[in-house]
């Protein structure tokens, strides 16, 4: 079993960056892709970005792409978003998941891991 642990949320400023980090722990050993979900107040979660196991691919919602940046450093069992350029509709709290396969994740698919998710708050 792999948990994951979300961190690096805030309160920013439209325009600013913020860097949110994920940390897997657990059964490392199996190969996970990793990525992104966030849920706004009153709203569906929604897929952000998503990342293979070797991090050769990376697939982004139309509304981050050009903005956010996902990568993964698998020495450190960690998965992180950079994030610039935000707007107050990326205010959601975001949710770290992992799951062998890396096909689907837009689709709404069950996911096998979650993390606990960190709150982004970006203000006008």
């Known amino acids: 079993q792999v948990q994951l642990v979300e961190s690096g949320g805030g309160l920013v400023q439209a325009g600013a960056s913020l860097r949110l980090s994920c940390a897997a722990s657990g059964r490392t050993s199996r190969r996970y892709a990793m990525g992104w979900f966030r849920q706004a107040p009153g709203k569906e979660r929604e897929f952000v970005a998503v990342?293979?196991?070797?991090?050769?691919?990376?697939y982004y919602a139309d509304s981050v792409k050009g903005r956010f940046t996902i990568s993964r450093d698998n020495s450190e069992n960690t998965v992180l978003l950079q994030m610039n350029s935000l707007k107050p509709e990326d205010t959601a709290v975001y949710y770290c998941?992992?799951?062998?396969?890396?096909?689907?994740?837009?689709?709404?698919?069950?996911?096998?891991?979650w993390g606990q998710g960190t709150l982004v708050t970006v203000s006008s």
């Open positions: 990342i293979s196991w070797s991090g050769g691919s990376t």
């Open positions: 998941a992992a799951d062998p396969q890396l096909s689907g994740w837009e689709g709404g698919r069950y996911l096998e891991v």
